[in-house]
């Protein structure tokens, strides 16, 4: 063979060696770094595991929010990796052993967060912080467990990708010997033909890798060509662009811990703006001493100093501000010492609530309830020390005012001469309070037995309030009764007393309480008020006038005797058409009197009508002449009705026509209707008056001259003026019409009504000569106008207080956020406003009565009993006159849907005391008992997480044992890279440890 052809064989062979080595060097590369890279993982996922445990421990021992936020943080890179993982590991073992490290992933992040939600849960009492303490123990025995899982799980994944590792390297190794023997003795039979063909390749080769070995990860191996070695630099530069991207990767990581380090800064914004929220004063002090306290922005507003000043009462500076505040407890003044912060710093335990009052340097005084803490370290030494002040100024001035307010009603108690007692039944013994002994005129503690103050009850009604008293008892029910009881002066004193009874569980009285009210004057002026009612009844019996009182539309509601006697018929119950006909009324100049020229339509319009006269005819046939006087009703400027006062004169009619056919003789006689009448001769100033005008001025007939000087002596002094003026104008009219008061001779003070007319001189002068008149007691009209006046103005006024209190009460229940429904005295169902309906959901049924309560579905909620009818406590209130309180129930809605409620209800009672109704009120509560069902439901599943904690328990510290055992070779196996050793580890550990 010739050498030529040799060497080109020899070329080739070693070309299709090389190749052939660069491949199975490429190929086991390949496989290498992917292992690496799988243990780098597995390696990290240890790593990660524990240093996620030392965050653990930081949090459970110091309370740290960082630890916290970075136990988070760490937990989710380990999540990153075990998807990672799952990508990078081929083995199916090792994959199942990925998809448990994701399942007991999932569990550790649960039971971390529900140790910090169980830390962060506010506790009410010392039960509930010791059951607080036992859970998160019980959820740091299961956390402990499942990490020790997920790095027994991390630990077969490292020893697995370990072992892969080696297996590869073996094989390479293998293969790279062989290849090495085979290029060894390729390169001994070519090496003196190929050497100046390779040598400058692999000097390329050498120097690209070099630097590339050096740091320059941007450097390219540029070997041209078609042989092996350009496919060797094509790996290298491969590798290269893997390690640029593992080198991206790590600048990523570095990102990554820096945004975790503006998430802590920003946790810690957080934490310094609640502090600034908060609206209660928070104080801290970072030395033992308490010599420097700051605080948050209430505090230092509740104690006047700025933010760089020293709040603290124990600060050297005798000039700092927290020194010259002054505090006060029970009186006494306490040194800084006995401060909440200072003793919690001292005694290295929580201070409980203390009140304090605290006196400004200004002079401002105000009440805190203050409370402190220590601060300690890891290892449980106090370094500082935290106090909440709370500003309960305005507390402790309502508690005050309540005070007060409790002394005004005892005060007002002994004004209004109100007592209360107390009748122990089984022994008889009586307590009275100081008061109600002086309601009998007797000192404090004279009356101590039932039968002491039986003895001074009048012997008519002991008998009958004893009755009444006693049924009501029977039937537990309050009792309201009025007797007589003897004064120590002998006088009986009429007494209002009202009670109720309370019971033993057998359903016996065992105590009867109650009030007892002195009505002895109410009792004196209801008895006037009678009488006079009396009086008025038969003033107007007796009285000749016609009286009536008209409503609003003119109808008659009321008439006197009189009246029915003239007319012939009862105008209140005969209709309109009826008294038209009976009456045929009109003007003496025969017009017919009509809804439109009626004196009484005149008055229903506001005017004061006086003196018209009409003519109406009886049942006889008989024409009589009356004279009307209408006054209208008002109230707030409003016509309400009027008073008519009528006049029967057809007598005097019958005189003034005799008068003028007897060419106006100078007297009227109208003898028969106690009508005084009198004459004035208007040339001499002389008068005269009949025997009934000196009656009506109390005088004997004759005892004066029948002058006007003489008469104006008997003229109200009020009235002078008045009826003055009326004189002035009937000379220029001719006629007298008024009414006015006169004192009587005997100092009666009465009301008389005038009517007259000047008599003129015949000719062309038309000068009056003469004034005939007649006067006519109108007392009796006057009083029934005012008391029928004040009966209706009082009627208007309750009926507008009833109307504006309504008004209110509906406003007021529809303001209310809760249901609230008034009953009736049977406990139907009156009014109730839209929360109440919407509680109910739908159109509920209407009750009439307590029967009707079956309409309405509820259980008690603590038995599951049905709730019967007698048993709601709207009927409870309205049977018994007790209020019920806090009924928690299960009620079905008329939708159909369920609900808990609390249920209440108070009676309703009338002036009298009788029980008129109930005020019903119900709470939706259903949420709150969903929240109490969920927290029963948590509290179960932490009693069997409690169970499957105490199994894990005893295998704790040999577990632990072993975590250290991990870290120990996690250090070895970053000697063997070439890193730091990871956990610093202060003893060896024994080979007998397991």
């Not at 996922?45 to 309370?63: K, M």
Request: hydrophobic share 40%.
């Amino acid at each position: 063979m010739r050498i030529k052809n040799r060497l080109q064989l020899n070329a080739a062979v070693s070309v299709l060696t090389a190749l052939v080595i660069c491949l199975m060097l490429g190929f086991m590369l390949v496989r290498i770094n992917m292992l690496n890279a799988s243990a780098q993982i597995a390696g990290e996922n240890v790593v990660n595991a524990l240093e996620r445990v030392t965050l653990r421990n930081d949090y459970i021992r110091n309370n740290s929010a960082r630890a916290k936020e970075q136990w988070f943080v760490k937990h989710e890179q380990m999540g990153r990796l075990l998807k990672l993982a799952a990508e990078t590991f081929r083995d199916a073992e090792d994959r199942k052993i990925i998809a448990e490290c994701i399942i007991n992933q999932d569990s550790i992040g649960k039971i971390f967060s529900a140790i910090v939600a169980n830390r962060e849960m506010p506790g009410t009492n010392r039960g509930s912080a010791a059951m607080s303490q036992e859970v998160e123990q019980r959820l740091i025995s299961q956390l402990n467990m499942r990490v020790y899982d997920e790095v027994i799980y991390g630990r077969q994944l490292l020893e697995s990708s370990r072992e892969a590792r080696a297996s590869a390297l073996r094989r390479a190794a293998g293969a790279i010997i062989g290849l090495l023997a085979i290029v060894m003795i390729s390169t001994l039979v070519s090496s003196w033909t190929m050497n100046r063909a390779i040598s400058g390749r692999m000097m390329r080769l050498r120097n690209g890798a070099a630097i590339i070995g050096g740091g320059d990860l941007d450097h390219r191996i540029d070997i041209r060509g078609d042989d092996e070695f350009v496919e060797l630099a094509a790996s290298f530069n491969s590798m290269t662009e893997k390690l640029r991207g593992s080198y991206d990767d790590l600048k990523r990581e570095i990102e990554e811990r820096k945004l975790t380090e503006q998430q802590l800064s920003y946790a810690t914004q957080r934490l310094q703006a609640l502090m600034e929220a908060v609206p209660v004063g928070i104080s801290f002090s970072d030395d033992v001493t308490c010599q420097s306290i700051t605080g948050n922005p209430v505090a230092l507003t509740q104690f006047e100093i700025s933010s760089q000043d020293n709040l603290s009462a124990s600060a050297p500076d005798a000039e700092a501000p927290g020194r010259q505040v002054r505090f006060f407890m029970g009186g006494r003044e306490i040194s800084d010492a006995e401060l909440p912060l200072q003793r919690a710093v001292a005694k290295n335990m929580v201070i409980p609530t203390m009140e304090l009052e605290v006196l400004m340097p200004s002079g401002r005084r105000w009440f805190a309830d203050a409370s402190g803490a220590p601060v300690r370290d890891a290892q449980g030494n106090v370094i500082g020390g935290i106090a909440v002040t709370v500003d309960i100024t305005e507390r402790k001035r309502a508690e005050s005012a309540l005070q007060e307010n409790e002394a005004r009603l005892r005060l007002a108690q002994e004004s209004a001469h109100v007592g209360i007692w107390d009748w122990k039944v089984e022994t008889g013994e009586v307590d009275f309070t100081p008061e109600l002994n002086r309601l009998y005129g007797l000192a404090p503690g004279t009356i101590r037995t039932y039968q002491d103050w039986r003895e001074r009850v009048h012997p008519a009604d002991i008998g009958g309030i004893e009755a009444v008293r006693d049924e009501a008892i029977a039937k537990h029910e309050p009792f309201d009764l009025e007797f007589r009881g003897r004064h120590s002066s002998g006088e009986y004193r009429w007494i209002s007393t009202k009670g109720g009874a309370i019971y033993n569980e057998a359903g016996s009285a065992v105590r009867v309480l109650g009030v007892n009210i002195d009505i002895t004057e109410r009792k004196q002026a209801e008895e006037a008020l009678r009488q006079a009612m009396v009086e008025q009844e038969a003033i107007l019996e007796s009285v000749p006038l016609l009286i009536s009182l008209h409503g609003r539309d003119g109808a008659w509601l009321k008439v006197n005797p009189a009246v029915v006697k003239l007319f012939g018929l009862d105008p209140v119950s005969a209709s309109r058409e009826e008294i038209a006909n009976r009456l045929q009324a009109r003007f003496p100049d025969g017009t017919p009197l009509t809804e439109k020229n009626m004196p009484s339509s005149r008055a229903l319009q506001g005017e004061l009508v006086r003196n018209v006269e009409y003519v109406i005819t009886d049942s006889e046939g008989t024409d009589h002449v009356l004279m009307i006087n209408a006054v209208p009703l008002q109230k707030d400027g409003n016509v309400y009705g009027m008073v008519l006062s009528q006049t029967d004169i057809t007598d005097l009619k019958l005189a003034e026509k005799a008068l003028r056919e007897s060419e106006e003789r100078k007297r009227m006689v109208l003898e028969a209707s106690e009508i005084g009448t009198f004459e004035v001769d208007l040339q001499t100033g002389e008068g005269r008056w009949n025997n009934v005008e000196y009656a009506l001025l109390g005088l004997e007939p004759g005892d004066a001259p029948g002058s006007p000087e003489r008469f104006f002596q008997y003229v109200h002094p009020d009235d002078v003026g008045l009826l003055t003026s009326n004189w002035e104008n009937a000379l220029r009219s001719g006629e007298l019409d008024a009414e006015f008061r006169i004192v009587r001779a005997d100092g009666q003070e009465r009301w008389l009504a005038g009517k007259g007319r000047f008599l003129y001189e015949s000719g062309g002068d038309n000068r009056p000569l003469q004034f005939l008149g007649v006067n006519f007691d109108i007392t009796a009209r006057k009083q029934a106008e005012e008391a029928l006046l004040l009966k209706y103005s009082e009627l208007e006024t309750a009926t507008k207080l009833a109307e504006d209190k309504r008004l209110r009460l509906a406003a007021m229940m529809e303001a209310l956020p809760i249901g609230v429904a008034i009953t009736d005295a049977w406990g139907g169902s009156v009014q109730s406003n839209d929360a109440f309906e919407r509680i109910w959901a739908g159109p509920r049924p209407e009750t009439h009565s307590i029967e009707d309560y079956t309409k309405y579905q509820a259980w008690w909620a603590d038995t599951g009993k049905p709730v019967e009818p007698e048993e709601w406590a709207s009927a409870l209130a309205v049977i018994t006159g007790r209020g019920v309180t806090g009924q928690l129930l299960k009620i079905q809605r008329f939708d159909g849907s369920e609900a808990f409620v609390i249920n209440s209800a108070s009676p309703i009672r009338d002036a009298e005391g009788a029980i008129a109704g109930c005020a019903v009120a119900v709470q939706d509560i259903t949420e709150l008992k969903r929240a109490e069902q969920q927290i029963s439901g948590q509290l179960e599943e932490l009693r069997i997480l409690n169970e499957d904690l105490k199994l894990f328990n005893k295998s704790f510290v040999s577990r632990e044992f072993r975590m250290i055992e991990l870290k120990k070779e996690i250090n070895e196996l970053c000697a063997q890279n070439g890193e730091q050793p990871r956990y610093p580890l202060e003893f060896e550990m024994s080979d007998d440890v397991e």
